[in-house]
């Protein structure tokens, strides 16, 4: 269970540092909201679940469970909230060219 | 010492997350700069309540992430329905 839990960790880092190249990459709003939220939700759950195999059978456990859940039942409402104020409010999404 | 290596590397997302945030051009690349940085320090909070073993910190961390949630959806009703956007 420990090996397991350290291969996670590690490729949670790995996640963690692609993120912040992405959102340095990318120069549109659009995209660095998809590259946010994909990329933050795979380090999150791959962080929660390789503690919970840490931990065991215990309380904790419990409380990590309810901690995912809410992290991933909350994580697409907040940047589909802030994609649709910046659609509404005047940032226009880039028309794709057909050469 | 793998969460302690993985402390570290959080910390440091969590710098380069807060000087984005800081030095963002609009309120959208805000909050989404703000949305980043509420989720590493609820990350650092979950690996360092298992690291130390103290449940109360966990619940902490549980009552953290509601708070972000409840920001970040807030400031993007208020813009939506008409607030400042500077």
Same mark, same amino acid.
């Given at each position: 269970?420990?090996?397991?839990? /350290?291969?996670?960790?590690?490729?949670?880092?790995?996640?963690?540092? !692609?993120? !912040?190249?992405?959102?340095?990459?990318?120069?549109?709003?659009?995209?660095?909201? !998809?590259?946010?939220?994909?990329?933050?939700?795979?380090?999150?759950?791959?962080? !929660?679940?390789?503690?919970?195999?840490?931990?065991?059978?215990?309380?904790?456990?419990?409380?990590?469970?309810?901690?995912?859940?809410?992290?991933?039942?909350?994580?697409?409402?907040? /940047?589909?909230?802030?994609?649709?104020?910046?659609?509404?409010?005047?940032?226009?999404?880039?028309?794709?060219? /057909?050469? | 010492?793998?969460? +302690?290596? @993985?402390?570290?590397?959080?910390?440091?997302?969590? @710098?380069?997350?807060?000087?984005?945030?800081?030095?963002? +051009?609009?309120?959208? %690349?805000?909050?989404?700069?703000?949305?980043?940085?509420?989720? +590493?320090?609820?990350?650092?909070?979950?690996?360092?309540?298992?690291?130390?073993? %103290?449940?109360?910190?966990? %619940? @902490?961390?549980?009552?953290?992430?509601?708070?972000?949630?409840?920001?970040?959806?807030?400031?993007?009703?208020?813009?939506?329905?008409?607030? %400042? @956007?500077?």
């Amino acid at each position: 269970m420990i090996i397991i839990s /350290n291969i996670m960790l590690v490729v949670s880092w790995i996640f963690i540092i !692609l993120g !912040l190249i992405g959102i340095s990459r990318f120069d549109k709003l659009y995209s660095r909201l !998809l590259t946010s939220s994909k990329i933050d939700s795979a380090a999150i759950s791959l962080i !929660l679940v390789a503690l919970m195999l840490r931990e065991g059978f215990t309380e904790m456990t419990s409380v990590l469970i309810i901690i995912l859940m809410f992290v991933l039942f909350t994580s697409p409402i907040t /940047n589909h909230l802030i994609a649709f104020s910046a659609y509404r409010k005047g940032i226009a999404v880039e028309e794709e060219k /057909n050469d | 010492m793998m969460l +302690k290596i @993985t402390l570290v590397v959080l910390c440091f997302a969590l @710098t380069v997350s807060f000087y984005r945030f800081l030095t963002s +051009k609009n309120i959208w %690349d805000r909050l989404l700069n703000l949305n980043l940085v509420s989720v +590493k320090i609820l990350m650092i909070f979950t690996v360092y309540s298992i690291y130390i073993q %103290d449940l109360n910190l966990l %619940d @902490t961390s549980l009552t953290f992430v509601i708070v972000s949630f409840l920001v970040v959806v807030l400031i993007s009703r208020f813009v939506i329905s008409g607030g %400042d @956007t500077k």
